[in-house]
């Protein structure tokens, strides 16, 4: 059988000359010599290791031997009953001989026959295709084998072989192939013996013209048509950089990036492969080749053009014909494609196209047109050539159109760079160029708008495109050399159009009478024959014109270019617009649009949502927040009304059905990606064509009426309004869809016409991620659909995610000043914009930015915010709509990340008006921690030394912008600013750019200035850099924070004060973050400084102990180093903190860059955290001493005492013992003990003269502080000072009566409620200063001055803070009389039961016992290692251990209550109030609430203690702490026993246990007393001692463990000496101030903050406010009365009215901004309206006329808006 690799020989045969002879039968190569031989021996089948032979059988043989042999080796095989066999295992490519025997039965063998065969060679593998050109192809593969082996490939088409090649080597290329043709390539290896392998075959496909030079172009991954406009308009390293070209495949991108920016030098664009200049010598003959491919190499601009249309979807074809009419370049009309012969009517792409301009033949000299170009009635002349022609058409064409003095190339020609190129793709293109009018007879070539069309290529290869222009055109220009047979060509065109032939008569090939037979045929006349004779260009175009103008005058044969689609259609050629997607969106669109008569009319009853009631509403909502009509009505009613009229008016909106209209629009919208683009685009090109013919007149007499202001300003306003009202765009649908989806949203959750609006937002998000814009202001109603927008970007958010980092830039600048032609020149963007008028409001629009530059800028998008033009002050007097301004320039400039600030220069007087405005937002952005950057764009600016020059206007700039600032800074009570420079960082030279006019010349022919377009790229550039700037400053926002800042700079916008009505969530929470962690620093801080102070306190009270004696240091000497520690300790602890803060705003994250302008107010608290600490420091470390000194005094007196008892009872001992001689004085021992140790104790005290310590009259040292304190308060306090006795005050109850605690003047203007808030405060500080005095006499010390001066220090705090109520001298008089006699009784007590504790002789007879059990023992040599261990380790040990736990406590429980389960409660001041608020609304007791109000410190107090114990409450916790404390401890002892052990003390057992309390003396505070009688009279050996001591230290560790765990958690706060409660209140409590109006307490950071602030307000009548005439308590709201017309009096007004808008005059330190939202305060409106009987009984008023709103609030609601005002997630 034949294997895979053999081919039989009959197929073999056809390919392989000469094989056929050598096997074709056996008888030329073979003998026979006997007759039983197998005859006809032959190959079948030849392979590359086998060979098949096949033989006669004879009859009587049946078997067989085979011998085949090589050169190299010789086999013999034997077999039976075969005719046929396969030699298998040859050798490729080798010959051998075969010969075959029989072998008889008998075994007689005959001659045999033989036949040689060749077996084949192996084919070459690896056979494939290198390359592929467009008429060539590279074949490559692998061969193994001798050298002299050769190849034979053949190519084949269609089974005929076309070329052949024979080659030794491994490689072959075929050229002059045809392009886009399939070919078959075979390949055979032949052997020098002409044996031939199999063979092996490929396939290629040349490529076409247009694939080769898409590949060159690097566009082939985009062709057909998939290249869009976003990929174009995305933001990329290439758009921004200037690289140059360094291939082919930059080209296209070039051109693009160029035509985008609208530069006319975008057809010029090449590429150089090497940049280096090539010094080295020329070869003439060698270097020929060189040249000729440095001009291969480029590409002509057409080709580009023609490529990029192929590979271009509709929307990037029309945005380039677009942007090549803008600059007046040429636009495809027929596009050919080469590969498929077909060529393509490029309507849609010149759809959008329009043009303005002014023929000669209007009535109206200062008339014009505007129409899109394909709309447009023209005549069209056509230039085409017919063979080869001298003449450059396209260069004739350029001087016809131009006027001399302002020639620009419209189409490309041979002598323009990189024209004489030869065209690839580009033949049988047909451009279009127009010539427009001005109106300027003196300028213009024609009168009359013409169309010009110009093939591209020779006629007679492009029949169709002729034909086609031959139909469509007034007349057609054929241009040629040489007429010859060709002429039947033009005389077989029936068409309508003039024929005019042109020739150049200096051309050898020019045959006169050939011309003459053709124009016969024709029937031309002479005029239609144009000859160029040796006359110069500029004649020869003078007779084309004169044609031309000709044909204007006497035939009106003009088309529509849009209706030329029949004769494309009738010709074959393929229109555009006809593929299904652009049908169905044009049927849509017609459909929408076609019964559109009456602008106003179609917009009142197709989207009526957006008329009056949306306006309507938008007056409303700013009415709610500016409250101006309010007049005498309670605000609070007030506010309700206005409430239940929105609920009405989004009634009424629900009522209305969707229209047929907008359903049949939102319908289009939903369908495919495309078609909804086309959709789109229909839809506003639609529109547009509406709306032009009233916008464009009406535009031009509002710019006309404006410049004469004064005398016009009725007409302006009407004229305003009907731009107004005949405006209709794509955005009043999307504005409609708004509407209705707000309106839906009102409306209950589970009705079916809620549900059917809720796809919407998400249509819109889909849109804006296309390209779309949307709309964020509304300019009509000067209004934001917040819902809307908010649902709209939260869709957007979750399509994108997680690439959701955005950087913002806006557009400012007055009304016609380019800025939208600025944004589309620089990103492209196209704002959907009705035609003829400028934007109204603001829109945004996303632009996507691409990986490689994505690092750069930190973001994913840019969005681009254009807004309407602001008006002048006068202009905006008209509409008013100066307030509108403002509140637009604010958004748009807190929103942005760049700022663009657009001046035209020949606008300079309005100039000086618009920059207020925008002054007037940055200086908001700076007060609200935005910091935007500003770039200014001067327009219009000609001169090219224009910066230079500049240099004055810059000055005269900054001028005005100070002088704003300052004018800004007035109008926002923020005098700190002079300088546009104090607001916001600013360099005249590098924040400046000049931008030449957009036109070069005069329009309508003039290009686009190609100045502009570069000044703008590199405005662009800039801004790209400056945006990789501002992410360094900050992490940029996302989408979801963009639409929190829209969130809250609208609702401060709504109200007149901005910068005191801004609120923002992101802004909040930055804050909170810092708060908390300042919190955490400041916590870390005082922990710090308590431990320290422990120590420092620990030390003075074992100083004697633990000095050596060779220390001459005292206690003073001792003061004096720990105040220097102190300070070294504060100094490290504040640098750390300030470290902390520093890196704190040094990193990117978490939006630190908002709360910037807190920092300094945290400095601030850093610094007086420091200084307070210091201050308390130094007074508690002099006090601890000079109360150590007291007791030093008193402890030497005890000492004395001992002593001298020691001395006593030893002496009495060495008695006993000389007599102890007889048995009976031993046998009486003990009795005699006991009498002689009473005899000689009893001596000793009579000895001793100490009478007790002397009892001072602390009555006295007190009101000799109280005089001390109060002797600035004049003579009236001083008399009554000099009469006090302290000893009657105090007693009994404190009460305040106004007619004696205000001061006298204005007595009888306040109400009654004041009385009750000094006796609140009165109480409050009663409380206060008890607890300390509690404190105080905890310590169990004697009385020192410093506690009664703390005490008055805390009550003069607090009237400090208070001094806003208004009372006098003898109210604080009265108030510390009664404190310090109430203080006094305590301190007196105490101070005497110190004495009493403390009398040495008491103190004696305390321990005589153990004095007597020492005695009997040392009398009887008893060992007392064990009892005195004992009693060292009870008396001494255990209570320093008990006071060591208790004073490392304090700060542990405070630091798990900051960081365990409660850390959110106490992480901040605002989440604290937050935390109280919360569990009040949850309780729901009318009790807890009033002491909330009323006594907000106690109850905070309260709240913390209650926090504290449910957290300790199971004593598992707590314990845990304990446990770790005491282990520590008592480690530490054991070390220390064990390390005094090793020393070796002189003083024996005393020596010992003085070491252990010297090296114990840092942390430990031994009791003296007990530490004394311990070392008396003892006479332990020290080795077992120490091991009583360990063994007794162990058993007190249980007994302690044992005696904590028994102790309440509420026992263990108080004995502890940092009071957790305490040191967690002055953490939430902060500055202790509250609202000036409703008692809200400030929960701003730190404690120096500038401005105090509370995230919810209150109903005043909750704080007790009433109205004066019907006692009704008060149910306004400050957050709402400070931007009302309501007034207020106080004691700060000398109670004359004041209004609250400005509050700020009385209150400068109070910042109340607008509740966030209207919902913001339903809590407290809960409270009041559920509790409203209770508080009036609670405060003796009548019930509050609670507003109707208020008492639908649930409980519910309350809790939301509680989470929303402390922006809880």
Not at 1255 to 1262: P, T, Y
Not at 1409 to 1426: E, G, I, M, S, V
């Amino acid at each position: 059988m034949a294997g895979p690799g053999d081919e039989k020989f009959a197929d073999a045969s056809k390919y392989l000359e000469g094989e056929h002879q050598t096997f074709s039968s056996g008888e030329h190569a073979v003998e026979s010599y006997q007759k039983e031989d197998a005859s006809k021996l032959q190959v079948l089948l030849i392979g590359t290791s086998s060979v098949t032979l096949a033989w006669d059988k004879p009859d009587n043989v049946s078997t067989f031997e085979l011998t085949y042999c090589s050169l190299t080796s010789t086999k013999t095989s034997t077999f039976t009953n075969a005719s046929t066999i396969e030699v298998e295992d040859l050798c490729p490519g080798t010959e051998y001989t075969f010969k075959l025997v029989s072998v008889s039965e008998n075994g007689e063998r005959s001659v045999g026959v033989k036949v040689t065969a060749c077996t084949r060679p192996v084919p070459p593998k690896n056979f494939k295709v290198e390359s592929v050109g467009t008429t060539s192809v590279s074949l490559i593969w692998d061969a193994f084998g001798s050298e002299e082996n050769t190849f034979h490939i053949a190519c084949s088409q269609n089974g005929r072989n076309i070329q052949e090649e024979i080659t030794k080597s491994r490689t072959v290329v075929f050229c002059d192939l045809s392009p886009g043709k399939k070919y078959s390539f075979y390949i055979t290896k032949v052997l020098p013996n002409d044996n031939r392998s199999k063979e092996t075959v490929t396939y290629a496909q040349t490529k076409t013209n247009i694939q080769s030079l898409l590949q060159d172009l690097g566009l082939e991954k985009y062709y057909p048509n998939k290249l869009s406009l976003s990929d174009v308009l995305q933001i990329e390293k290439r758009s921004v950089t200037d690289e140059p070209a360094q291939s082919l495949s930059s080209l296209p991108w070039l051109f693009l990036k160029k035509l985008m920016m609208v530069n006319v030098t975008a057809r010029g664009v090449k590429y150089s492969s090497d940049e280096s200049e090539d010094l080295s010598s020329l070869d003439l003959y060698n270097d020929t080749f060189d040249f000729l491919n440095d001009q291969n190499s480029s590409v002509n601009p057409i080709d580009i053009v023609s490529a990029l249309f192929l590979c271009s979807d509709g929307f990037l074809q029309q945005e380039m014909a677009s942007k090549m009419s803008m600059c007046q370049f040429s636009v495809p009309l027929l596009l050919p494609n080469s590969d498929t012969q077909q060529c393509m009517f490029m309507l849609w792409a010149m759809r959008d196209i329009v043009k303005k301009f002014r023929p000669h033949s209007l009535s109206d000299p200062k008339g014009f047109v505007e129409e899109r170009i394909v709309r447009f009635k023209l005549p069209l002349v056509s230039f085409v050539r017919l063979g080869d022609c001298s003449i450059s058409k396209s260069q004739i064409l350029n001087k016809l159109l131009s006027n001399p003095q302002q020639y620009h190339d419209i189409f490309v020609h041979r002598d323009m760079d990189c024209g004489d190129i030869p065209r690839k793709i580009s033949n049988g293109l047909v451009e279009m160029g127009w010539y427009l009018p001005c109106g300027n007879k003196n300028i213009d070539v024609f009168p009359e708008p013409l169309a010009f069309a110009n093939l591209r290529g020779d006629i007679r290869t492009f029949e169709t495109q002729y034909s086609f222009l031959c139909q469509a055109s007034t007349a057609v220009f054929v241009f040629f050399d040489n007429l010859d047979t060709n002429y039947k060509l033009l005389t077989n065109q029936h068409a309508k159009s003039q024929f005019f032939l042109v020739g150049n008569v200096q051309r050898k090939t020019f045959d006169l009478e050939q011309l003459k037979r053709t124009a016969f045929e024709m029937s031309l006349k002479k005029n239609n024959i144009i000859l160029k004779t040796n006359q110069n260009d500029a004649n020869f175009v003078k007779n084309l014109h004169s044609s031309i103008n000709h044909i204007i005058n006497n035939h009106a044969n003009k088309a529509r270019l849009e209706e030329m689609d029949t004769i494309a259609h009738e010709l074959g050629i393929l229109v555009d617009e006809d593929i299904q997607e652009c049908q169905n969106a044009k049927n849509n669109a017609h459909v929408l649009t076609k019964n559109i008569q009456d602008t106003l009319q179609f917009k009142e009853k197709q989207l009526p949502l957006q008329g009056k009631i949306w306006k309507d509403l938008a007056k409303l909502e700013k009415e709610e927040c500016r409250l101006r009509k309010a007049g005498d009505q309670n605000i609070e009613t007030y506010k309700s009304d206005l409430q239940i009229k929105k609920t009405e008016l989004r009634k009424q909106q629900s009522k209305y059905d969707i229209s047929e209209t907008m359903s049949c629009f939102v319908s289009a919208l939903s369908s495919s990606n495309q078609e909804r683009s086309y959709f789109l685009k229909w839809m506003r090109m639609n529109l547009d064509n509406l709306s032009r013919k009233n916008l464009s007149s009406l535009r031009e007499q509002y710019k006309e009426k404006c410049q004469q202001l004064l005398e016009n300003k009725e007409e302006i306003a009407q004229l305003d309004q009907q731009i107004s009202n005949s405006s209709l765009g794509i955005e009043h649908f999307l504005r409609e869809m708004g509407q209705l989806y707000e309106a839906a949203v009102s409306l209950p959750e589970n009705l079916e016409s809620r549900q059917q609006m809720l796809h919407l937002p998400r249509l819109c998000a889909e849109l804006m991620l296309n390209g779309f814009p949307l709309e964020l202001v509304d300019g009509d109603a000067s209004n934001i659909p917040l819902r809307w927008v908010s649902d709209v970007l939260q869709y957007l958010n979750s399509l994108v995610q997680p690439n959701n980092k955005i950087m913002v830039v806006t557009v400012l600048g007055v009304q016609s000043t380019g800025k939208s032609t600025l944004l589309n020149t620089m990103f492209g963007v196209q704002f959907a914009v009705s035609s003829g008028r400028c934007t109204r409001g603001a829109f945004m629009q996303l632009i996507k930015v691409t990986e490689d530059i994505k690092t750069k800028l930190g973001c994913d998008y840019l969005v681009i915010i254009d807004t309407e033009g602001l008006k002048s002050p006068e202009l905006a007097k008209l509409d008013d709509s100066h307030e509108h301004d403002n509140e637009l320039a604010t958004l748009v400039v807190g929103l942005s990340d760049i700022t663009i600030i657009n001046i035209a220069m020949e606008n300079s007087t309005e100039m000086k008006d618009i920059l207020q405005i925008v002054v007037h937002a940055f200086l908001r952005m700076k007060e609200i921690g935005k910091k935007p950057s500003c770039q200014f764009v001067h327009q219009n600016v000609a001169d090219v030394s224009a910066h230079d020059k500049n240099m004055r206007d810059r000055k005269l700039l900054l001028e005005q912008l100070n002088e704003m600032t300052e004018a800004a800074a007035k109008m926002e009570n923020k005098k700190d600013y002079k300088m546009f420079t104090d607001v916001m960082e600013y360099d005249p030279e590098t924040c400046n750019w000049y931008i030449p006019g957009l036109w070069h010349g005069n329009p309508p022919m003039a290009p686009v200035n190609a100045g502009y377009s570069e000044a703008v790229y590199e405005l662009k550039k800039n801004m790209i850099d400056v945006i990789g700037k501002c992410k360094l400053k900050t992490s940029g926002n996302n989408i979801t924070e963009f639409l929190e800042w829209t969130k809250s700079l609208w609702n401060a916008v709504k109200y007149e004060n901005f910068i005191f009505s801004f609120r923002n969530s992101l802004v909040a929470d930055a804050y909170m973050k810092l708060c908390a962690e300042f919190h955490k620093w400041e916590w870390s801080f005082k922990k710090d400084m308590h431990s320290w102070l422990t120590v420092a306190e620990t030390r003075v009270s074992n100083f004697e102990m633990v000095k050596l004696k060779s220390d001459k240091s005292d206690l003073k000497d001792l003061l004096c180093k720990m105040k220097q520690e102190a300070v070294t300790k504060l100094d490290s602890l504040e640098k750390t903190t300030m470290e902390n803060l520093s890196k704190y705003f040094e990193q990117t994250e978490g939006h630190v860059y908002l709360v910037e302008k807190y920092k300094e107010d945290f400095v601030s608290s850093v610094k007086s955290l420091r200084r307070e600490t210091e201050s308390s420091l130094r007074t508690h470390l002099e006090a601890t001493v000079e109360i150590r000194r007291g007791m030093n005094n008193l402890d030497n007196i005890k000492k004395t005492f001992t002593d001298t008892m020691e001395k006593k009872v030893l002496g009495l001992l060495e008695e006993l013992r000389k007599t102890n001689s007889s048995k009976s004085v031993a046998h009486m021992t003990d009795e005699q003990l006991d009498r002689n140790f009473g005899q000689i104790w009893q001596e000793t005290i009579n000895e001793l003269s100490f009478n007790g310590l002397k009892r001072k009259n602390i009555f006295d040292f007190v009101l000799w502080q109280l005089r001390a304190n109060m002797k600035q308060k004049g003579s009236y306090v001083a008399e009554q000072l000099s009469t006090a006795n302290l000893k009657t005050c105090g007693n009994g109850v404190f009460k305040v009566t106004k007619e004696v605690f205000y001061k006298r003047w204005f007595k009888r203007m306040i109400n009654d409620n004041s009385a009750v808030d000094l006796q609140n405060l009165a109480d409050s500080i009663i409380q206060t200063c008890s607890q300390l005095v509690q404190e105080k006499t905890a310590t169990l010390l004697d009385y020192h001055d410093a506690y009664i001066q703390e005490i008055l220090h805390k009550i003069d705090e607090r009237f400090m803070s208070n001094k806003n109520m208004g009372f006098s001298d003898e109210f604080e008089l009265s108030l510390k009389l009664h404190i310090c006699g109430m203080s006094a009784k305590v301190f007196q007590d105490m101070h005497d039961h110190f004495i009493k504790a403390n009398d040495p002789r008491r103190c004696l007879d305390q321990y005589k016992n153990k004095y007597h059990n020492d005695f009997k023992d040392l009398f009887h040599d008893r060992d007392q290692c064990q009892r005195k261990a004992e009693e060292f380790t009870t008396l001494c040990l255990m209570p320093a251990v008990q006071a060591f736990v208790y004073n490392s406590l304090g700060p542990d429980i405070v630091d798990k209550m900051l960081h365990g389960k409660n850390a959110f409660q106490f992480s901040t001041r605002a989440f604290f109030q937050y935390s109280l608020l919360k569990q009040l609304l949850i309780e729901d007791n009318f009790e807890q609430y009033v002491k909330y109000i009323s006594t907000y410190e106690d109850f905070a107090k309260g709240w913390i203690l209650d926090q504290i114990t449910k957290q300790f409450s199971n004593h598992h916790e707590v314990s845990e702490l304990e446990d770790r404390h005491l282990r520590g401890i008592i480690k530490e002892i054991l070390e220390v026993v064990k390390m005094a052990q090793n020393k070796t003390n002189e003083d024996g057992i005393k020596g010992f246990i003085q070491c252990i309390c010297r090296m114990l003396g840092q942390k430990l505070v031994i009791p003296k007393d007990a530490l004394e009688t311990v070392m008396v009279l003892n006479n332990a050996s020290q080795e077992p001692f120490a091991n009583w001591i360990i063994k007794s230290v162990e058993e007190m560790e249980q007994t302690l463990k044992e005696q904590l765990k028994r102790v309440d958690i509420q026992i263990k706060l108080k004995m502890l000496k940092m009071k957790p409660q305490d040191e967690l209140f002055k953490q939430v409590f902060g500055c202790g101030k509250q609202c000036p109006f409703c008692r809200a307490p400030c929960e701003a950071g730190g404690k120096a903050h500038t401005e105090h602030c509370a995230s919810v307000h209150r109903p005043k009548g909750l704080g007790q406010m009433r109205y004066e005439d019907d006692e009704k308590l008060v149910t306004n709201i400050c957050s709402t009365d400070v931007h009302s017309e309501v007034q207020f009096k106080c004691y700060q007004t000398y109670y004359k009215y004041h209004p609250y808008k400005r509050y700020r005059e009385i209150f400068p330190d109070w910042h109340i901004p607008a509740d966030a939202s209207i919902q913001a305060s339903d809590y407290w409106k809960y409270v009041m309206a559920r509790f409203n009987t209770k508080f009036a009984k609670e405060y003796s008023a009548r019930s509050a006329d609670i507003p109707l709103t208020w008492k639908s609030i649930t409980k519910k609601q309350a809790e939301n808006s509680l989470n929303e005002s402390f922006n809880i997630k």
